[in-house]
């Protein structure tokens, strides 16, 4: 059987390139949602995958990443505009000319006024509303739509993060006038001019969408529909591909479930991997004490031994990789040398878990006891978890769990109901600039919930994300991970996630990439059966 694996792996990765293959029209895809709900379904405010996996085929983006190509996250193409524009104003200005030929589902014609309402509501959220990529477009002063077919940026200063910030998934543009009646609009309902138009939603169970006839991208979608299946439980995802009642999950399935598949179906089950733009993350809330205190925070971390306890876990869970706040491989992350000056990835776990209980003796904190606030989702959730409180009793802590469904879990993190989380900080692209504002204040990115002010590494943070020279902003990149990671502690990188997609062989037009975001409007896939 793992003779076979092999093989199937090293042709499954080919497989997406053969470009040469004539796409099949109609059918219908049955594809598994590995959450209970969508907490909602407005991409402005959410940043699940639960959201996007749910309703990106209903909509448009202004541009994206290739999805011809989609592990190419540095090469940027229109999907409204009809040309990538060259800055002017020294970098500082992006004019973009908006096709003529977009329709919303309703029949509406779509304009560069609804572009530019969208990204306001994105970039400029109104007080009360929640923006949950606000903190990327630090850069942009302002967004006007001139006439109906341009729409401008404007920078405040110039910058590589503005583009992929522009391509991020889930940037969904809305219509202008539902906007101007009602914000919040989105979040219970669906109006887009993506290739597929809104059948149905079934609260926890299904979402339906149809092929719409209008779809602009002339020739797509392929498919003439589909179903999106909520179930939180992997044994229920993985039976669905296995009798065929589903056809894939676009997130991931761990190692374990993907040799399952693959023994009892053999080339009937395709598999694509790729490492992943997400992490474990643990988030101290810094308002409950002792957690105020970085000496508390800090034992967190240096109790957690990443490098022996890696290769276990990545056995049965989707993680891999040791990594910083910089995705691992990526021109800003840390080298392993780098790492291992920083707390939490020292060598000698030994000499870092003495150091644990040091700081725990000297801040009071002894055999403290709290809570984990964890998300009702498998893989990697609650076995990162288990890992976790594990690790954590080594140095005397006793840790218990509180695992919520996926709406209330991100609520619990808005209100601050929670002593210590484990997260997963994932994006869009992959982009080092806009990717660590996770950890910045929520003054500054709205997605951070540690309740905590650092005025010296916002500070930080705007000086690299002005840097021009590669060198310096790298240097500039290993300060600001020391203070996070290290001196502060903010927020602790646990493990960097691995993606592992099984799916059944007639699925075709899918393609791979380092982010389980990007690529999901489903205008690409067909079905060969």
């Not at 053999?266 to 474990?280: F, L, M, P, R, Y």
């Not at 009702?376 to 695992?403: C, M």
């Not at 469904?405 to 992959?430: I, K, S």
């Amino acid at each position: 059987m793992l003779r076979a694996l092999r093989v199937l792996l090293g042709t499954a990765a080919l497989a997406p390139a053969l470009a040469d293959e004539e796409p099949k029209y109609g059918d219908s895809l049955t594809y598994m949602i590995p959450a209970d709900a969508p907490p909602s379904f407005d991409g402005h405010r959410e940043s699940t995958y639960a959201t996007v996996h749910s309703v990106a085929p209903f909509y448009s983006v202004l541009i994206r990443v290739d999805p011809e190509n989609p592990a190419d996250i540095t090469h940027f193409v229109c999907d409204l505009c009809t040309e990538m524009p060259q800055p002017a104003d020294d970098g500082r200005t992006y004019a973009f000319k908006i096709r003529r030929d977009v329709k919303f589902h309703d029949g509406s014609p779509l304009t560069a006024a609804d572009i530019a309402a969208s990204y306001n509501k994105i970039i400029f959220p109104a007080n009360g509303e929640l923006s949950a990529r606000s903190s990327n477009y630090l850069m942009v002063d302002k967004v006007e739509a001139p006439d109906p077919e341009t729409v401008v940026f404007h920078l405040k200063f110039a910058t590589s993060a503005f583009l992929p910030a522009l391509a991020d998934p889930f940037n969904f543009i809305y219509k202008k006038d539902i906007l101007d009646r009602d914000p919040r609009w989105y979040e219970k309902n669906i109006v887009g001019s993506g290739p597929f138009k809104f059948v149905d939603h079934q609260v926890g169970q299904s979402i339906k969408g149809e092929k719409f006839r209008d779809y602009y991208h002339k020739g797509r979608p392929y498919l003439d529909g589909f179903t999106g299946i909520y179930a939180d439980k992997q044994a229920v995802r993985v039976e669905a591909i296995r009798s065929d009642r589903a056809s894939i999950e676009f997130r991931s399935l761990p190692p374990a479930a993907r040799d399952e598949l693959v023994k009892a179906l053999g080339d009937k089950i395709t598999v694509q991997e790729s490492d992943w733009n997400v992490a474990s993350g643990v988030t101290p809330n810094h308002k409950r004490k002792p957690f105020d205190d970085p000496r508390v925070r800090r034992a967190l971390t240096l109790a957690i031994d990443r490098w022996h306890g890696a290769p276990g876990l990545s056995k049965v869970a989707i993680v891999k990789t040791v990594g910083g706040i910089v995705y691992p491989g990526s021109p800003l992350a840390a080298n392993r040398q780098e790492l291992e000056q920083i707390a939490g990835f020292w060598p000698d776990i030994e000499k870092s878990r003495a150091e644990a209980r040091r700081l725990l003796k000297e801040a009071g904190a002894e055999g403290l006891s709290f809570e984990l606030l964890n998300r009702n989702v498998d893989q990697p959730f609650k076995y990162v978890a288990t890992w976790l409180i594990d690790e954590w009793s080594k140095v005397g802590l006793h840790v218990k769990q509180r695992v919520l469904p996926t709406g209330p879990w991100f609520e619990a993190m808005r209100n601050g109901d929670f002593d210590v989380v484990l997260e997963a900080p994932g994006h869009g692209m992959v982009n080092p600039l806009l990717d660590v504002q996770k950890a910045l204040p929520a003054s500054v990115d709205s997605e951070n919930y540690g309740n905590y002010d650092d005025a010296q590494e916002v500070e930080l943070y705007d000086k690299m994300l002005r840097e021009t020279d590669p060198a310096q902003q790298r240097a500039l990149m290993r300060q600001f991970e020391k203070l996070v990671l290290d001196d502060q502690a903010h927020m602790i990188w646990v493990l960097w996630w691995h993606r592992i997609v099984p799916y059944r062989s007639y699925v075709k037009g899918f393609k791979i990439a380092p982010t389980h975001f990007i690529n999901q409007d489903l205008a690409t896939i067909w079905l060969d059966r």
